[in-house]
């Protein structure tokens, strides 16, 4: 492989490729890419493809999923301006049972039809 002019940062030096290097060894430019996550394929010194590995597209796709969900968006940009906090998940539960607690507590302090007219 040759040295790299790949702007992206998620690039190692070592991460371009030439037309014809790609062409005489397809399979290990595909190992290289699925260890790197992506390798950049030059032409007369210029990067003109990427080949991906499917773990990396996966990311960006759902990336993508994300930064199209305008809820998410709102929740992300919250979060960022610190507005939003996050608990652990071993709370969850805990949450559940207090409110649980609470319903409780009020269902059995209403009057209800069973309970009679006193």
Not at 54 to 67: D, N, S, V, Y
Request: aromatic share 6%; glycine share 6%.
């Amino acid at each position: 492989m040759t040295a790299g002019r790949a702007r992206n940062t998620w690039f190692s030096k070592n991460s371009t490729a030439t037309i014809s290097e790609l062409q005489a060894k397809v399979p290990h430019f595909v190992r290289e890419a699925e260890k790197q996550g992506a390798l950049s394929i030059a032409r007369h010194g210029h990067t003109v493809a990427f080949l991906v590995s499917r773990e990396r597209m996966e990311a960006i796709i759902e990336t993508l999923e994300i930064m199209g969900n305008p809820n998410a968006m709102k929740t992300i940009r919250a979060y960022e301006a610190g507005k939003v906090k996050f608990k652990d998940a071993s709370c969850l539960g805990e949450d559940e049972k207090s409110a649980s607690r609470s319903r409780s507590r009020r269902s059995s302090n209403r009057w209800h039809p069973s309970h009679g007219s006193d």
